[in-house]
């Protein structure tokens, strides 16, 4: 295809309209400049803060007993002779009886796998999975017990275990299902995937009830799923009961997805502006739901789309509680939540507020606050411990106890003609608390190699 | 790719604090960069978001513009790396596009519009390479220094994302075409 006809058809279809960028933009971002340090202090500064991390990788080995600010909760010396960072990137999942499982991907896309069964104090690996495609790509996994879990990988690969990961069966299941967007198992046979077809204009549910070695095509519109939407979420609760968030659009089946009927989520008294529901969390007929909310809004901005030019711009928002007790069918406004909520039965779940990206620098203080109550009311605990320039990368609580993974991000690289940037990974710790979050213990995890 | 002396004096002079000469740098690249911006983001209000925490990252991180690279791609690459983060970092979940009752059928969709939905779908890198080379026209090299990829690396890319959107570009040529 002629490259000038590729260039006249991606600028029409990129094509951000008239009056942006604003005027202003080159002001304000030079008006921002004094947010940072001038390039040169910043030198130095990077330059002590190189020399300070390299002592700290060295004396690391041992203990790392960092001082921190007054008021700061206490992280414990980790085990004499184990070192309590790694690299990689974690993610990790808190079972309700206290068992977890811990991702750790690695540079080459591959995959470690670790568990726990005495609530993070000591962990087994539990497999490896191999790079289904070169770099990081992206990875959601579900685990229903300390035995069992599914883990997928884009390309969509399925790796699932029944046995505490001892063993794994992996299918690729990237040339069925194509382009997937959401899925979710209620094990480690059955599950579902949103994909889009190739033709990239219809959304399909497929299910599959062998671990994902066969599929069938379930549903297909009307089932709605906003093309512009952030974050597309889908969730099952059983065989036949399942949920799909787009937008502001929550839609529930009761027949393993061939129909879905939408379900109102009413705002709370007194306001008007429409959440953004996320898949509820249900416990029988009693089910809990997170919800954003646009508090702030810059006046509307028409952005030109071949379907209207209807928008809403999003300033500010707030992270709200749903309840419902008949099922899913009617939801009822609890109250606001501190943060984005989790909940690990009708009554218990944690809410975590943070990072807070409007700021820059971003403030990467994380609060999280508990509820006994189904979120009717919220106490406010002490901030996860964050070293200086690290981040809290997973987090996850079951009544007190508490796993977070944290880790220090990698300077942004900078590029140069023909040069690859060299690959690196983060360094994370795993840290561990009993009394919901006041105090938090360093825990090893077993050998990388 | 050579840079010229003019942009060699900007880049001493902001590195050693001069905003003056810094703006003289940024300016030519923010409209760009906007562009960027809002074909990776698909949101006005957050690309210029995006280009703002862009400009002042590219202040405090000045030093390492390595010497004699360009300024532009070297800010096109912050850019596509804030919006990632910022993609990633979202902690609300808004409807970005129409409401749903303001949806047309899929048969009314336009073939811009499959075309945009494609181009969003792809993997960023791909996605940001498409952007940079096809709507901003920037050249292979550099598009590989605001990645940090080889020309090869761009090639690549590039081929592999063509590859997916050729049958839409196709359709979106014959719309305009017809229309």
């Not at chain 2, 979202?90 to 059928?105: F, K, T, V």
């Amino acid at each position: 295809m002629d490259e000038r006809v590729t260039r006249r058809a991606l600028k029409r279809a990129l094509d951000p309209g008239a009056g942006f960028p604003s005027a202003t933009l080159l002001e304000r971002s030079m008006g921002r400049l004094g947010e940072r340090p001038a390039p040169v202090e910043r030198r130095s500064g990077q330059r002590l803060a190189a020399a300070v991390a390299a002592v700290l990788v060295l004396v690391l080995v041992g203990v790392l007993l960092v001082a921190r600010p007054h008021g700061a909760p206490a992280v414990e010396a980790p085990a004499a002779g184990t070192s309590p960072t790694r690299l990689g990137a974690p993610q990790l999942q808190l079972l309700p009886g206290g068992g977890a499982w811990l991702v750790e991907r690695s540079l080459d896309g591959s995959a470690l796998i670790f568990r726990t069964s005495d609530a993070g104090v000591h962990w087994t690996a539990a497999g490896r999975l191999p790079a289904f495609a070169k770099g990081a790509p992206g990875l959601a996994f579900h685990f229903f017990d300390e035995r069992s879990g599914v883990i997928e990988v884009t390309p969509f690969h399925v790796a699932s275990t029944v046995d505490g990961g001892a063993h794994w069966q992996i299918v690729d299941a990237s040339q069925t299902v194509g382009g997937v967007v959401g899925a979710d198992f209620v094990s480690a046979r059955e599950g579902w995937a949103l994909a889009v077809s190739q033709d990239v204009s219809v959304d399909v549910l497929w299910h599959t009830r062998d671990g994902g070695r066969h599929w069938e095509r379930v549903s297909q519109p009307p089932l709605f799923v906003s093309a512009e939407a952030n974050v597309v979420k889908i969730g099952f609760t059983s065989s036949s009961d399942g949920w799909l968030a787009s937008g502001s659009v929550l839609q529930a089946t009761h027949d393993g997805g061939h129909t879905w009927q939408r379900v109102d989520v009413p705002p709370a008294p007194g306001t008007s502006a429409a959440v953004t529901p996320d898949v509820p969390q249900m416990f029988g007929a009693e089910g809990l739901l997170a919800a954003a909310k646009v508090t702030a809004t810059i006046p509307p901005t028409p952005l030109p789309t071949a379907r209207g030019d209807v928008h809403i711009v999003v300033a500010q928002g707030r992270h709200e509680v749903y309840a419902s007790h008949d099922g899913g069918r009617t939801w009822s406004f609890v109250r606001e939540a501190p943060g984005e909520a989790w909940f690990s039965d009708a009554r218990h779940g944690y809410a975590i507020d943070g990072p807070d990206v409007s700021r820059t620098p971003y403030a990467f203080t994380t609060t999280v606050s508990l509820t006994a109550d189904g979120g009717a009311t919220w106490t406010a605990r002490r901030t996860v411990p964050l070293d200086a320039g690290w981040q809290e990368s997973g987090l996850a609580f079951t009544g007190q106890l508490g796993l977070a993974a944290v880790f220090q991000p990698l300077p942004y690289p900078s590029p140069a003609p023909g040069v690859r940037a060299t690959p690196s990974m983060p360094r994370y710790s795993v840290l561990r608390s009993t009394d919901g979050g006041q105090h938090w213990t360093r825990v090893p995890l077993p050998p990388q190699s | 790719m050579a840079v010229v002396s003019a942009e060699i004096g900007l880049v001493a002079g902001a590195r050693a604090g001069d905003t003056v000469a810094f703006e003289r740098l940024l300016g030519p690249w923010v409209t760009p960069g906007a562009n960027l911006a809002f074909a990776l983001l698909h949101d006005r209000h957050e690309a210029e978001d995006a280009v703002q925490e862009a400009a002042v990252k590219a202040w405090s991180k000045l030093h390492q513009l390595r010497e004699g690279a360009a300024f532009g791609p070297w800010f096109l690459g912050i850019v596509a790396h804030e919006c990632g983060s910022l993609r990633r970092s979202r902690w609300y979940r808004i409807p970005r596009g129409p409401l749903p009752e303001a949806l047309a059928a899929p048969d009314e969709r336009t073939a811009d519009d499959d075309l945009r939905r494609a181009v969003a779908r792809l993997n960023e890198k791909q996605r940001a390479a498409i952007v940079l080379h096809y709507y901003l026209d920037l050249p292979l090299d550099q598009v590989g220094q605001a990645l940090g990829l080889s020309t090869a690396g761009v090639k690549s890319r590039l081929n592999r994302a063509l590859k997916t959107l050729r049958p839409l570009l196709m359709a979106a040529e014959e719309d305009w075409a017809d229309g």
